[in-house]
């Protein structure tokens, strides 16, 4: 059964960074796109990157990031640990947000990229991580 559980959510300041964890169980984590997304008080959720499955499609490994997160959040895998990571740095106040990873089967990341909501199924997402930046 597809699992992914976050971690590595914190409280920071401005500018300092924070690394997040997706880790995959049940399923073969190379086969699966995998986003993340973020959902902030009041807003709706957002997708944050993605990074399309790394055996099947045309874009295989490739990360897509949406604009405000361009150049300072990164998306890496460990397909070792089966781990996705969500390298942010300098980060912002307005990064606040409780962050979800998700799996999907191999498509929607290159096809949408950043604009993609996430696989409709809730079993393929996780709990979420709360991630606040504030002086």
């Known amino acids: 059964q597809l699992h992914v559980v976050e971690s590595g959510g914190g409280s920071v300041q401005p500018g300092e960074s924070l690394t997040l964890s997706c880790t995959a169980s049940g399923f073969n984590l190379q086969s699966r796109d995998i986003g993340w997304f973020r959902q902030a008080p009041g807003k709706e959720r957002e997708g944050v990157g993605c990074?399309?499955?790394?055996?099947?499609?045309?874009?295989?490994?490739?990360?897509y990031y949406t604009n405000s997160v361009k150049g300072r959040f990164t998306i890496s895998v460990d397909d070792a640990k089966g781990q996705v990571y969500l390298q942010m740095n300098d980060l912002k106040s307005e990064d606040s947000a409780v962050y979800y990873c998700?799996?999907?089967?191999?498509?929607?990341?290159?096809?949408?990229?950043?604009?993609?909501?996430?696989?409709?199924?809730?079993?393929?997402w996780g709990q979420g991580t709360q991630v606040t930046v504030s002086s």
């Open positions: 990074i399309s499955s790394r055996t099947r499609g045309s874009a295989t490994g490739r990360t």
């Open positions: 998700a799996a999907s089967d191999a498509g929607p990341c290159a096809l949408f990229g950043s604009h993609w909501h996430g696989p409709p199924n809730p079993d393929n």
